[in-house]
């Protein structure tokens, strides 16, 4: 569900490009793409080090080598602009539900993670050369990670 009052449904659709081009970079182990979906000051709280999207990135990809692949998933996404007059220091804002799987191989036995989390969003618009700023990129200014569930398992192989 989404709730466009004071911008676009083109707004909406972007955000939630951005968001999916997010857990796209995670799995595909792209601390580049990573990093172009936050503003360079953004802030975040979660499992990742620090309180700032500069100090988690480099965690992101530690934690990266502990698993042979990942998928994010994205489930509902709520994202909310506020009507004109309304804005604060953040310009929208986004709850998007997100399912992940972790898998490894250890000793002989399949091991794998199931979290559930919610990625509580506030979003910007970054300037951009050239562009006027109602054309200028989404970005996530703040990122608050909310941990639903989580599941170890394992399985022998032969």
Same mark, same amino acid.
């Given at each position: 569900?989404?709730?466009a009052r004071?911008g676009s449904l083109?707004?909406?659709?972007?955000? *939630?490009a @951005?968001? &999916?081009?997010y857990?796209e970079?995670?799995d595909? *182990?792209d601390?580049g793409g990573?990093?172009?979906?936050? $503003? &360079? /000051? %953004?802030?975040?709280?979660?499992?990742?080090a620090g309180? /700032?999207i500069?100090? %988690?990135?480099?965690? @992101?990809?530690t =934690?990266?080598q502990?698993?042979?692949?990942? =998928?994010h998933?994205i489930?509902?996404?709520l994202?909310?602009?506020?009507?004109?007059?309304? =804005?604060?220091?953040f310009?929208?804002h986004?709850?998007?539900y997100?399912?992940v #799987?972790q898998? #490894?191989?250890?000793d002989?036995?399949l &091991?794998g #993670?199931w979290?559930?989390?919610v990625?509580?969003? /506030?979003l910007v618009?970054?300037?951009?050369?050239? #562009?006027?700023a109602? %054309?200028?990129?989404?970005?996530i %200014? *703040? =990122?608050r990670?909310?941990?639903?569930? *989580?599941?170890?398992w394992?399985?022998? $192989?032969?």
């Amino acid at each position: 569900m989404s709730r466009a009052r004071g911008g676009s449904l083109g707004d909406v659709r972007a955000i *939630r490009a @951005l968001l &999916e081009r997010y857990a796209e970079a995670v799995d595909a *182990r792209d601390l580049g793409g990573v990093a172009s979906c936050f $503003t &360079e /000051d %953004a802030a975040y709280e979660g499992s990742l080090a620090g309180s /700032d999207i500069r100090s %988690a990135l480099p965690d @992101l990809a530690t =934690r990266w080598q502990e698993y042979e692949r990942t =998928r994010h998933s994205i489930g509902c996404q709520l994202v909310e602009l506020p009507r004109p007059g309304e =804005r604060g220091p953040f310009e929208a804002h986004a709850e998007t539900y997100v399912s992940v #799987r972790q898998q #490894r191989r250890r000793d002989g036995r399949l &091991e794998g #993670r199931w979290v559930v989390l919610v990625y509580r969003d /506030d979003l910007v618009r970054a300037p951009a050369e050239g #562009r006027p700023a109602a %054309a200028s990129p989404w970005r996530i %200014a *703040r =990122r608050r990670v909310h941990t639903y569930f *989580r599941l170890d398992w394992s399985h022998t $192989t032969h």
